[in-house]
T-cell receptor, first 109, second 117 residues
Framework: TQLLEQSPQFLSIQEGENLTVYCNSS?????LQWYRQEPGEGPVLLVT?????EVKKLKRLTFQFGDARKDSSLHITAAQPGDTGLYLC?????????FGDGTTLTVKP | DAGVTQSPTHLIKTRGQHVTLRCSPI?????VSWYQQVLGQGPQFIFQ???????GRGNFPDRFSARQFPNYSSELNVNALLLGDSALYLC????????????????FGEGSWLTVV
């Protein structure tokens, strides 16, 4: 069974602070995705990382895929209240995506 | 372009009843997957269909079934509903499930909220 562990489970910070959330597994994935989900809505894709060691930037968000393709991190610079939400990572193999339980981020103004 | 569309968005059912949820994938996507998300957890894989054939099944009882139609839309059926089936049911589509790159990225619909009372 492929498991993804996300940490921390909950994170509450002030606007303007930086943060990093983590996604770890003992399994190797062909690709890994990060999603953001708001209450009552489906997850929205933020990024897909494929190559070990890959780093992708999306405005204030920086995503990194571990060299062994087992783990990933998401770093947010100067967090804003609009960043509040559930951040999910998902590892993909053979068409099946395995999700972690997410990090719930709250950014206070 | 339209994203993944699901219907209905919300529904309430009684224990023992059955439910059918519907999903239309992104145009050009041939793979559809179904996930169940209960409050406080990440989505759990139920089924994947590709080219109208079942490609994968998660750890769900036989009360759960699905199918994919020639136009690549899909239905998820749940029989003999239990209170524990209350959840957000998510449909996701992707280009090709076996590609080892971004092609297997799944894109979600808004989900169908099922409440069993």
């Amino acid at each position: 069974t492929q498991l993804l562990e996300q940490s921390p489970q909950f994170l509450s910070i002030q606007e303007g602070e930086n943060l990093t959330v983590y996604c770890n597994s003992s399994s190797v994935f062909s690709s890994l995705q990060w999603y953001r989900q708001e209450p009552g809505e489906g997850p929205v894709l933020l990024v897909t990382v494929v190559t070990g060691g890959e780093v992708k930037k999306l405005k204030r968000l920086t995503f990194q895929f571990g060299d062994a393709r087992k783990d990933s991190s998401l770093h947010i610079t100067a967090a804003q209240p609009g960043d509040t939400g559930l951040y999910l990572c998902a590892g993909s193999n053979a068409g099946k995506s395995t999700f972690g339980d997410g990090t719930t981020l709250t950014v206070k103004p | 372009d339209a994203g993944v569309t699901q219907s209905p968005t919300h529904l309430i059912k009684t224990r023992g009843q059955h439910v059918t949820l519907r999903c239309s994938p992104i145009s050009g996507h041939k793979s559809v997957s179904w996930y169940q998300q209960v409050l406080g957890q990440g989505p759990q894989f139920i089924f994947q269909y590709y080219e109208k054939e079942e490609r994968g099944r998660g750890n769900f009882p036989d009360r759960f079934s699905a199918r994919q139609f020639p136009n690549y839309s899909s239905e998820l059926n749940v029989n003999a509903l239990l209170l524990g089936d209350s959840a957000l049911y998510l449909c996701a589509s992707s280009l090709e499930p076996d590609r080892g790159d971004w092609g297997n990225t799944i894109y979600f619909g808004e989900g169908s909220w099922l409440t069993v009372v």
